[in-house]
């Protein structure tokens, strides 16, 4: 065969692949702040957080979709996007470009350069057109973009909260569909947590007194609780305290600094600041936990009212950022207080870091003691005595008034009102010879004070006489109560009982001796017991006869052998209240029949005393 081939032959051959592009992804990151003793989370009122978005470009064109930024960043509500601070660089071995971006931006810098995003809302977009990746590598290519945004200082934002922020990549894919990515961070708020305390001792005074006041103003320490920046205390005491002085005053808790050089007086207010002259401005703050302790003094004024309450609140206050604007870049652009500022404890709008306490000193009663407890018989006097005990201050309408129960008698003796001190004094007259019989007696003093350096007395004292009326009886209690009135609330009282006593004679009559069996002319003995069985009440006056009958009259003498027994002479002749009854004090006498009666003396008998005469007729 010649290899020559005169026919033409024809083939074919085909195969397939599919090639993908890479999508647009975005990462979004929290990189720092402006303040660093937060450590970015959580962060504080007035702090500004810097954001990372990371866009991943794939070579090749990302077409935007039209009035859709390609990046939009959403913050969280309450925070506010920092004017200047975005900036953008790209990382590509040749060039990345965005069609709407200016001239300064194109191709993208690989240095961070300032980029200005469009503003609505919470979006903050960055509308870069239509972007080209002009490497050709293996190598991935990324746009990458910081700002900052400002925690706002609004009632929105408070320690504790949970802030997210969204950022949303949009573009077109090939068939013209939009395509997203989303990421986002999340961080906490923080805030000092001021609480304080005060305490007055003592809590009950009488003018002239030292009170001493504690204030202990506290970053108590809780979930997410943070430093507090300048912290104050003031307290304004009222014109009630004088003289007031500061003890001492220190950081503690955590630190240990002296601080009393920083706490001072003007007047009567107090002003607790470390920032003039006791701390630096990067030292003046309060640590979770730490806190200020102020100790100081105040006398009461002499001529507090009686029952007076003195109140007086001590405010602390701290900052959420150190300094008036934080310490940048950037910082808190507003003035303390206000929504673009930091957080303050100035009590208006959001502005609650601060803590109070009151203390509370009431100005000492007058008390009112009385004694004169007795046990009486009828008719029988006693002296009542109420001491006043006044404290140091003033009152008025100084009023005691003594209330005298049924039974119980003033006698009409000169009263006695005695004053322990020339400093006490008073304006009214009350009267020391109101008359007998006078009920209630009514002392009234008028506007009364006391203007010595301790609680001074009034002592009243009177003769009261247990009346001989039918309402008296053995046993009763007569209680006389005083009470005082004046312009205060209180109206102290004090009670003396008198206890009537009464005797209670009980007489036995025995025949001992010829009881059965006697003829006329016989002798007939007889016994007689006389006792006074009360256990308080001796029996005055005794009269005791024994008068025989005409039966028993037969001879001369009518009454003989009679005997007397007087256990210790306590039965005593009434004559002069002191000699003891004897035998011989007996005396017959007619009542009826000749000498038909054995008299006895008037005589006093004490209570459980008894005496016996024995006598043969």
């Not at 939009?178 to 923080?190: C, E, F, K, P, Y």
Request: net charge negative; with cysteine; aromatic share 4%.
């Amino acid at each position: 065969q010649d290899g020559s081939v005169t026919d033409e032959s024809t083939t074919s051959d085909s195969a397939s692949d599919s090639v993908s592009t890479r999508a647009v992804t975005v990462d979004k990151a929290i990189t720092g702040s402006s303040e660093s003793f937060t450590g970015n989370n959580p962060v504080a009122i007035g702090e500004a957080v810097t954001y990372r978005l990371t866009v991943t470009v794939p070579e090749g064109r990302t077409l935007a979709s039209a009035g859709t930024p390609i990046v939009v960043d959403t913050l969280p509500n309450d925070f506010v996007y920092v004017p200047g601070s975005a900036l953008i660089r790209a990382v590509a071995d040749t060039t990345i470009t965005g069609a709407n971006l200016p001239g300064g931006l194109t191709p993208i810098p690989t240095v961070d350069t300032a980029i200005t995003p469009n503003l609505s809302g919470q979006d903050v977009a960055f509308d870069l057109g239509t972007l080209t990746n002009n490497d050709n590598d293996g190598n991935g290519e990324e746009l990458v973009i910081t700002f900052q945004a400002l925690v706002r200082n609004t009632s929105a934002n408070q320690r504790n909260n949970t802030k997210n922020n969204v950022v949303t990549v949009t573009y077109l894919n090939d068939d013209g569909g939009t395509v997203n990515d989303t990421d986002n961070a999340s961080l906490r708020l923080g805030e000092p947590n001021p609480t304080l305390t005060k305490t007055a001792l003592p809590a009950t005074v009488q003018g002239g007194d030292t009170v001493t006041f504690t204030v202990v103003f506290t970053n108590t320490n809780a979930t997410r609780v943070i430093r507090g920046w300048e912290p104050v205390i003031t307290d304004t005491l009222p014109a009630r305290y004088l003289t007031p002085a500061v003890t001492s005053a220190a950081i503690g808790g955590g630190r240990t600094i002296d601080i009393t050089a920083c706490a001072t007086f003007a007047g009567n207010t107090l002003t607790v600041d470390p920032s003039t002259g006791c701390l630096a401005a990067g030292d003046n703050y309060l640590d979770p936990v730490e806190n200020i302790t102020v100790v100081y003094t105040a006398v009461v004024d002499p001529a507090i009212n009686f029952e007076e309450t003195v109140d007086n609140t001590a405010t602390g206050t701290l900052t959420s950022l150190p300094g008036t604007n934080g310490s940048g870049p950037p910082s808190a652009p507003g003035v303390p207080g206000a929504a673009d500022g930091e957080r303050t404890g100035s009590g208006v709008g959001a502005n609650d870091l601060s803590g109070s306490d009151t203390a509370t000193v009431t100005a000492n009663q007058p008390t009112v003691t009385k004694t004169g407890d007795a046990s009486l018989q009828i008719n029988d006097t006693t002296t009542m005595t109420v001491e006043i005990s006044v404290p140091v201050g003033t009152t008025s309408s100084f009023v005691l008034t003594d209330n005298l129960p049924t039974g119980l008698r003033y006698t009409g003796t000169a009263i006695s009102i005695v004053s322990s001190s020339a400093n006490l004094t008073w304006t009214g007259s009350p009267s020391t010879t109101p008359g007998a019989g006078t009920d209630p007696l009514v002392f009234d003093f008028a506007n009364v004070s006391n203007a010595s350096a301790t609680a001074e007395t009034t002592t009243i004292t009177y003769e009261v006489e247990v009346e001989n009326i039918l309402g008296n009886q053995n046993s009763d209690t007569l209680t006389n109560t005083a009470t005082l009135t004046y312009s205060g609330a209180a109206t102290p009282s004090d009670s003396a009982t008198v206890t009537v006593v009464e005797p209670n004679l009980n007489l036995v009559k025995t025949i001992t001796a010829g009881a059965s069996g006697s003829d006329a002319g016989d002798t007939i003995s007889y016994q007689l017991v006389v006792q006074n069985t009360s256990g308080t009440g001796t029996a005055f006056r005794v009269s005791l006869d024994d008068i025989l009958p005409s039966d028993l009259l037969g001879g001369a003498p009518t009454f003989d052998n009679v005997t007397l027994a007087n256990p210790g002479g306590a039965v005593v002749l009434n004559a002069d209240g002191v000699t003891p009854l004897a035998v011989g004090d007996a005396t017959i006498t007619t009542t009826t029949n000749t000498d038909d009666t054995l008299a006895w003396p008037l005589v006093d008998m004490p209570p459980n005393r008894l005496h016996t005469l024995v006598m043969v007729e």
